[in-house]
């Protein structure tokens, strides 16, 4: 984009000698008036169209091109920015879509005031190309450029446009000029995220199609015989009881029909056709200019149940948006159901699509968040790829205030969670309304310190972001606004925006002007700090005193004087309220500041003062907001013991509980109880203690973790975390009569470093960790040479320390990662390397995986550490996992069901052997492939090479391998491997050892794997 600004400007210099950069910021709107006819073909699912479309210069400069887009070659081929935008974001489903799914436009000829014109796509992107015209166009003057297109529809399952069977998504469609405003040329390609800014004009469209569809567009309808057919249709909808079941697609009427829709003052044109709609129709009536506006529901059997109240929920948001914004000027507004891949609804002038909802108040929300769209989007046309906030955000914040003030209450949203099961009451999930939801979502990437900008350009938001940043932490911020400038002053500065701008292309400064001359405040904390960085608030009080009619601050009043830390990065206004048996007595405003200052707030009889009270700060830590006026730990919330795992309450101190057993062949089985702080939001101080009791060892066992993470604002690391666990368990168990249970105790700490991407959309992650590990192990003579007596020895101890590099891409196509690890202990310096590529399928999560891994000693000074071909526990205190890093149910257990577990570690060998254990090096090769078909299974390969020079096994070939089949519940976590095939290293092994095939089947159960750390963690990394 720059590149073409600064072209033109250097073409524009050079060609025209008014020209200055002055200009650039004057504002001026093109205009583009369209006449278009179309005629679909529902067999072969395509367009065939003629456009006509008259281009009027209203800017100071002379034109020389015209900019066009043509999104529906977005769909064309694995090319396009669409198309890089699903491989980035891991939407494999679109990316890997059949030919005859995918869509394209051609058959152009353009033409401008009849003359044949020279037209060049962008080199780069097939969805734009450029009119060169024949002759300048200059200021005030208008040309009329036309063109015949073609359109194949794609599948409507890859993004918005296309088609299901016979229900038709006809939307981004037509070649269409992209928008030259004062900043220059916007041309773009068409992607799911940020998708519009167009120029205003007037669309008189005229669609062909077989009779019995039924056809919700943008627009006035203009044809008398069309209206009547869809009146019928509104009655015979009205005059349904049960809709019962999906409908099938009735046959095409042979005979097709015209019908024509005009709109002015709109951007867009969208139209959506299917024969079986029902069709729904009422009307609502503007709260000053008294017009009334016709409303509009399409939908079909599959959701009818919800669809028969829709009329009233678009009227609700047409009238509210009307009265806080300012009047739709429309006369028609429809919503359609259908099905669309991307998002569960989308915005188009007049008309909105929306996905599929299950629940009446999901319905609601989406559509009056897409009707909504009609003033940010519709009516206010600022840029969305550039700063999709003012319409997504600003929308965002609407709809949150519709469904908190005008329709749906705290009640109706813990119904229908209450209906989905137990889950939503005993997380507490059940209890909270949408604003709260937005809430949770910006704490969840604002205390991971993964949070961007507000003001951050479409394309760029990670997937995750854009919806907690840009569309919860914009609403939530304008909630702020709303809070602290009052709703009446609120709702007056953007009336005066809408009403500046209507019509027009604003942007942030605009919006930024208007707030600050209509409130006649300083807002730079809002919208320079609170939208253009990612500065978080987090007021706390530090103490209480109080003053008795202080001359100073207050001489009329008695009260207290709070000393008040900004503890976040943000310094924007709060309120603090004095409250007295939960009731509010008085709020009061005060301006932000940096660090600790101290204000005075009246109160005669109060128990505590509370910043925030009505929680309109996203403030990202709500539990220093609260103090006692009496009392000891004024600061301290009371303590609460949920069960499970809970939202975090700020007014409590939660120490969460849950019952747990677990089992291992030494302990037998343990149960007790596992205490911790994890929620669904991470916090910087967690811990679980969990505490059983091991019927085996009839000794206390578990484990305890506690971590520790900050998130540096500034330098290389995102991420820095401290991590201390202690476990104890029995690990063998002895020969000897009575039973004896030996038991370790182990110590680990770790220091990890998430490194920093210069982009936060980037697939990388990468980190630098210290591990410290201290192992104690009681020990019996039973090990290596069983001849000694079975005797507990005492205990003896051990460390290592570990330092190691890994380096993962996470893209859903073809992945692959890298990691050195160094490991030294007494007597020895271990480090390896790891590799691993994945060759992805055509389908999600299958293909073929490579590893390579190599390990050896840089020092070796008769330790008794080796390197490994298998990763198992099995042996004298499972003596390849000898840091005691995974659990197993019977770690050193020689034989038996239990010894067959192992993880996929070291050398990685499915099956059991000594074969290549040495203490210089190992090298392998692993490759598991996915079997055709949906298939749980994979075909493994194992290949490793390793020094025999200090061991000498038989049938030594330099080489030794084996392979067979995978079938897994869960692919790393729950599988079990048949191995088919060895190398006769390995068979000799085998055969000395009597082994039988049953023998040789192991498993993957990765306990690790189901840690509550890890699991929480799981639910959505990036
Ligand atoms: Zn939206």
Redesign the pocket.
């Given at each position: 984009m720059i590149i073409r600004l600064i072209k033109k400007h250097f073409i524009l210099t050079v060609f025209s000698a008014s020209f200055t950069w002055t200009a650039d910021a004057q504002y001026f709107q093109q205009e583009v008036n369209y006449k278009i006819t179309v005629t679909l073909n529902d067999i072969e699912h395509s367009l065939s169209a003629f456009e006509t479309f008259e281009y009027i210069n209203h800017s100071p400069d002379t034109l020389f091109e015209i900019y066009i887009h043509l999104w529906a070659n977005a769909y064309k081929n694995k090319n396009t920015a669409l198309s890089r935008q699903w491989y980035e974001n891991g939407n494999t489903e679109s990316w890997f879509a059949a030919d005859k799914d995918r869509g394209y436009i051609d058959g152009l000829h353009f033409k401008v005031d009849n003359s044949d014109v020279k037209f060049l796509y962008d080199s780069a992107q097939i969805d734009i190309g450029r009119i060169i015209l024949n002759e300048p166009l200059y200021p005030g003057r208008h040309i009329t450029v036309s063109t015949p297109f073609y359109v194949k529809l794609p599948s409507a399952r890859l993004s918005r446009m296309g088609h299901l069977g016979q229900f038709y998504a006809i939307t981004q469609w037509y070649p269409k000029p992209a928008v030259y405003d004062e900043h220059g040329w916007h041309p773009m390609p068409y992607l799911d995220m940020g998708e519009f800014y167009s120029e205003f004009g007037t669309y008189d469209v005229s669609i062909t199609l077989p009779k019995n569809y039924i056809v919700g567009a943008t627009g006035e309808l203009q044809d008398e015989e069309e209206v009547r057919f869809l009146n019928e249709r509104v009655s015979q909808t009205e005059s349904i009881v049960d809709f019962g079941k999906s409908m099938e697609f009735p046959t095409s009427d042979p005979e097709d029909k015209t019908i024509r829709y005009v709109q002015s003052n709109v951007h867009d044109f969208a139209w959506f056709a299917d024969k079986r709609f029902h069709v729904l129709k009422g009307s609502v009536e503007m709260p000053v200019s008294k017009r009334k506006v016709i409303t509009w529901a399409f939908f079909t059997n599959d959701e009818a149940g919800l669809w028969k109240n829709s009329i009233s929920y678009i009227n609700k948001a047409l009238l509210n948006y009307s009265t806080w914004i300012g009047e739709y000027e429309y006369n028609n507004c429809s919503a359609v159901d259908g099905t669309i891949s991307a998002g569960v609804g989308m915005?188009y002038p007049c008309i909105t699509v929306i996905g599929e909802s299950r629940f009446d108040f999901v319905l609601e929300e989406v559509i009056v968040?897409e009707v909504g769209?009609n003033w940010f989007y519709g009516m206010l046309a600022s840029n969305e790829r550039d700063y999709a906030w003012l319409d997504?955000g600003i929308?965002t914040f609407y709809e949150m205030r519709h469904m908190s003030e005008a329709a749906v209450n705290k009640g109706r949203v813990k119904s229908a969670i209450g209906e989905t099961g137990w889950a939503g009451r005993l997380t507490g999930l059940a209890d909270i309304d949408s604003r709260d939801l937005s809430f949770l979502a910006y704490l969840y990437v604002a205390r991971r310190n993964s949070d961007q900008p507000i003001n951050t350009p479409a394309p760029e938001f990670t997937e995750t972001n854009y919806g907690a940043v840009l569309y919860a932490k914009t609403g939530l911020g304008f909630e702020y606004l709303r809070a602290y400038l009052g709703t009446g002053l609120f709702d007056s500065c953007m009336q005066e925006y809408f009403r500046m701008y209507k019509f027009k292309h604003p942007y942030p400064a605009d919006l930024k002007k208007v707030f600050t001359e209509t409130s006649g405040k300083n807002l730079d904390w809002f919208f320079n700090d609170f939208i253009n960085t990612d500065a978080k608030p987090d007021y706390s009080i530090r103490s209480l005193q109080r003053i008795y009619g202080n001359s100073l601050i207050n001489p009329a009043s008695k009260g207290y004087a709070l000393k008040i830390k900004n503890k976040g990065s943000l310094n924007g206004p709060f309120s603090a309220s004095a409250i007295q048996n939960g009731r509010v007595l008085s709020t009061q405003w005060y301006e932000g500041f940096k660090r600790i200052d101290t204000m005075f707030i009246s109160c005669e009889q109060c128990d505590h003062i509370k910043i925030d009270v009505h929680e309109s700060i996203p403030d990202i830590n709500r539990k220093n907001n609260s103090f006692r006026t009496r009392g000891i730990l004024k600061g301290v919330e009371k303590i609460s013991f949920p069960f499970l795992i809970r939202t975090e309450n700020p007014e409590r101190t939660q120490v969460t509980w849950t019952p747990i057993a677990g089992w291992n062949n030494y302990n037998k089985l343990m149960a007790g109880l596992a205490l911790h702080n994890i929620s669904f939001i991470r916090k910087r101080f967690e811990y679980v203690v969990a505490p059983m009791y091991s019927l085996g060892t009839e000794r206390f066992a578990g484990m305890a973790t506690l971590k520790y993470s900050a998130f540096p604002g500034t330098g290389i690391f995102r991420r820095v975390t401290v991590t201390g666990q202690l476990s104890r368990f029995a690990y063998n168990v002895s020969e000897a009569k009575p039973l004896i249970r030996p038991k370790y105790s182990r110590l680990e700490g770790e220091l990890n470093f998430l490194i920093k991407n210069s982009k936060h959309k980037s697939p990388w992650v990468s980190a630098v960790s210290f591990r410290n590990i201290n192992i104690m192990e009681q020990m019996t003579g039973y090990g290596p040479e069983p001849e000694f007596e079975p005797l507990i020895t005492g205990e003896t101890g051990r460390y290592h320390n570990i330092i190691s590099l890994t380096m993962k891409n996470r893209r859903a196509i073809d992945p692959f990662s890298g990691g050195v690890e160094i490991e030294q202990g007494k007597n020895y310096v271990k480090p390896s390397l790891e590799l691993v590529y994945r060759y992805s399928y055509k389908r999600k999560n299958r293909g073929i995986d490579f590893r390579f891994f190599t390990q050896g000693f840089f020092l070796n000074i008769g330790s008794v550490n080796s390197v490994h071909m298998t990763g198992t526990g099995k042996g004298f205190g499972g003596s390849e996992d000898y840091l005691y890093d995974n659990s197993y149910f019977g770690r050193s257990d020689y034989t038996g069901f239990w010894s067959r577990q192992f993880y996929h570690q070291a050398g990685d060998f499915k099956i059991y052997s000594p074969i290549g254990r040495n203490d210089l090096w190992i090298s392998t090769v692993n490759i598991k492939a996915h079997l055709p078909g949906r298939l749980p299974v994979k075909a493994y390969l194992d290949i490793g090479l390793y020094d025999k020079s200090r061991r000498s096994y038989m049938d030594y070939k330099g080489l030794t391998y084996d392979a067979g089949i995978c079938l897994y519940l869960v692919q790393d976590i729950m599988e079990v491997y048949f191995p088919l095939v060895h190398s006769t290293d390995i068979r000799r092994y085998l055969e000395t050892n009597d082994l039988r095939f049953r023998d040789k089947i192991r498993f993957v159960f990765n306990i690790n794997a189901l840690s509550p750390f890890r699991l929480r963690d799981g639910i959505l990394t990036f």
């Open positions: 915005e968040h769209h997504e929308n």
